[in-house]
T-cell receptor, first 113, second 114 residues
């Protein structure tokens, strides 16, 4: 069953701790993206990767880090430097660098207490 | 960079009515405009998209129109049904083809009352 999978669905962490969100796809897509969704704010781009071993900052990259060691995996680390980490995080992938459909994971809701 | 404005933020209609959501964009080089639907607690999914070589595209009850001169595009849903209730996002590309991302509008919550 092809698709893009995020885990876990819900995540709770204490303030000051780093946390890593998982994103895996078996669609053989080159491009992968991380978005943050807050109420009334739409989807804001955190980081994206167009190819393995390469990634670029999006509009709100501060306090986040990523890696792209494998084509199918694009984990996001929310560091203690992120001032407001509580949010809904969406991972997405698209077939390549051209403009076309983005497929989203089911999201991870991170709550920092 | 690309700036996408979406209106209205909420839209309430009666079942069977039409709904229209509008978006404007800033980058005149953009030529791909998708619309995504996100039901409560679920992932966004593409429902329709349009490229700038056409002015209108239809798929059953949904349609998208594009006015490149005015830099705006709209989603039209006819004969709305309760299952159309969701948040709808428009998007436009940021960057050149080959190395670009999508910039999303802030979303429109559509509520269809039976």
């Amino acid at each position: 069953d092809g698709g893009i999978t995020q885990s876990p669905k819900y995540l709770f962490r204490k303030e000051g701790q780093n946390v890593t969100l998982s994103c895996e796809q078996n669609l053989n897509h080159d491009a992968m993206y991380w978005y943050r969704q807050d109420p009334g704010q739409g989807l804001r781009l955190i980081y994206y990767s167009q190819i393995v071993n390469d990634f670029q900052k999006g509009d709100i990259a501060e306090g986040y880090s990523v890696s792209r060691e494998k084509k199918e995996s694009f984990p996001l680390t929310v560091t203690s430097a992120q001032k407001n980490p509580t949010a809904f995080y969406l991972c997405a992938s698209s077939i390549d660098r051209t403009w076309g459909e983005a497929f989203f994971g089911q999201g991870t809701r991170l709550t920092v207490v | 960079g690309e700036n996408v404005e979406q209106h209205p933020s909420t839209l309430s209609v009666q079942e069977g009515d039409s709904a229209v959501i509008k978006c404007t964009y800033s980058d005149s080089a953009s030529n791909y405009f998708p619309w995504y639907k996100q039901e409560l607690g679920k992932r966004p999914q593409l429902i329709i998209d349009i490229r700038s070589n056409v002015g209108e595209k239809k798929d059953q009850r949904i349609a998208v129109t594009l006015n490149k001169t005015a830099k705006h595009f709209s989603l039209h849903i006819t004969e709305t049904q309760p299952e159309d209730s969701a948040v709808y996002f428009c998007a436009a590309p940021k960057g050149v083809p080959g190395y670009s991302t999508l910039t999303f509008g802030k979303g429109t919550m559509l509520l269809v009352s039976p």
